[in-house]
């Protein structure tokens, strides 16, 4: 599927007039760096300006290209595909009025003109797809930086607002697909695809329902043996389901047996869009954390919210070694709290957190570390920032630097060095509660 995600050339069918869907995607793929061929197609010709570049919409596709995305009215998709189906590899189809509004014979006549050419399909019914590492942006949603994260979802919108949270989560993506109704390609392939794609880290997926459940457990446990797969689940409950089946067409099933499916294949779920994004984080990050855990922080109370997650969720709060204990003891205030969690108190500077990070890094007890701050105001947010990345440790070390704009310049600064910042010390657990997991 390289055609779709890293495609040398890209058609898009639709009407260029500003603010229509394919005019939209038209400025995202210009927009978003995409240096392959790019045609325009509407029966009506003439030009339409993008970004500062003009170009002449062609009346037909009368040239291959790998990929054409169709924004048009859904009753003429299939003769469409009949039309350029010997000139391209895919098509992503963002028209909605097919099975998720009962017109399943639509449906059905795009899938049988789109494989009478070998044409695989996206969609219908979908926001399109982005390929972040070769700057294709074959979608309508906001653009995102390039990361580790592939987003697979079942609906259009949950996506658009997954990026656009992305993004202020500092997340970076592989690639982004929303396929609709599923008539061709569905979650299973694009499991398949993405646990093979070498810019891919982590993959997240959310599902409501799907149509061939033993492939699916199949594909699930063949990518989540290769990398981790975060599952957010919709159409839990009987009227979820029932909400599920109007939205895209799809069976939401019993939610027992997903459940049970997840487990047996190795992927994560989550409850909600938060934990999605913390779990993601995380796993961009390490590829994994050890159940034993300690917590270094400036502030008293944090740290024992942290500490009460952490247990809560099955993680062990390490016990130190005495020799750690002692070494700690050795160049901290008298007042500081040497047993887990361990209190720096609130003038904690450069030189203490960094020091205290190696100490307890060395410690064999300890498998992973949860560094928290609280900035004072005469303490800049950047400065334990910068002990933090500056600290020589090779355990998987999660930060939560709270709270707002005292610690915004920190943020950025372990952004910078690929430390990503859980905003809150439950988050911050919950992270490391992913990781044990793989």
Not at 307 to 336: H, M, N, Y
Not at 400 to 410: C, I, P, S, Y
């Amino acid at each position: 599927m390289d055609f779709f995600f890293y495609p040398s050339s890209v058609a898009v069918f639709g009407s260029f007039k500003e603010g229509a869907i394919a005019y939209e995607i038209l400025r995202n793929i210009v927009e978003g760096g995409f240096d392959g061929k790019i045609v325009p197609v509407n029966p009506k010709g003439g030009t339409v300006e993008v970004a500062g570049r003009t170009f002449k919409i062609s009346g037909k596709l009368e040239k291959p290209v790998d990929t054409a995305i169709i924004a048009i009215p859904s009753k003429f998709v299939p003769s469409l595909i009949d039309e350029i189906g010997p000139l391209i590899k895919g098509a992503v189809v963002i028209s909605a009025g097919f099975s998720e509004v009962g017109n399943e014979e639509l449906e059905r006549e795009l899938v049988e003109k789109a494989r009478k050419h070998g044409v695989r399909v996206i969609g219908p019914n979908c926001a399109g797809i982005f390929g972040v590492h070769g700057k294709f942006f074959g979608s309508f949603e906001v653009r995102v930086n390039p990361g580790g994260l592939a987003l697979i979802t079942q609906s259009g919108a949950f996506g658009g607002a997954a990026l656009a949270m992305g993004n202020d989560e500092g997340i970076g993506f592989s690639a982004f697909v929303s396929y609709g109704n599923a008539s061709d390609l569905n979650e299973s392939d694009f499991l398949e695809y993405f646990a093979d794609d070498s810019n891919t880290k982590v993959i997240a997926l959310y599902i409501e329902g799907v149509k061939n459940g033993r492939r699916f457990l199949s594909a699930l446990r063949y990518a989540s043996e290769k990398k981790p797969v975060i599952i957010l689940k919709a159409g839990k409950s009987a009227s979820g389901a029932k909400a599920a089946a109007s939205h895209t067409g799809s069976l939401a099933g019993s939610y027992e047996i997903y459940c049970a499916a997840f487990k047996q294949a190795g992927a994560i779920e989550v409850e909600e869009m938060e934990e999605l994004f913390d779990a993601a984080k995380a796993f961009e990050m390490y590829p994994r954390a050890g159940k034993r855990v300690a917590v270094i922080t400036n502030s008293g109370g944090p740290g024992v919210l942290a500490t009460d997650k952490l247990e809560r969720l099955g993680i062990e709060i390490a016990k130190l070694s005495d020799e750690t204990v002692e070494e700690l003891r050795s160049f901290l205030p008298p007042q500081c709290s040497v047993r887990n969690p361990i209190d720096l108190i609130a003038d904690a500077d450069y030189e203490r957190y960094k020091r205290t990070i190696e100490v307890v890094c060395k410690d064999k007890n300890v498998d992973s570390l949860l560094v928290i701050c609280v900035p004072p105001i005469f303490i800049p947010s950047e400065e334990i920032a910068r002990a933090v990345v500056n600290a020589e440790c090779g355990k998987p070390i999660v930060v939560n630097f709270m709270a707002g704009e005292l610690v915004r310049d920190g943020v950025e600064l372990l952004e910078g060095h690929g430390i990503k910042n859980f905003p809150t010390p439950e988050r911050a657990a919950r992270a490391l509660k992913w990781l044990s997991l793989r």
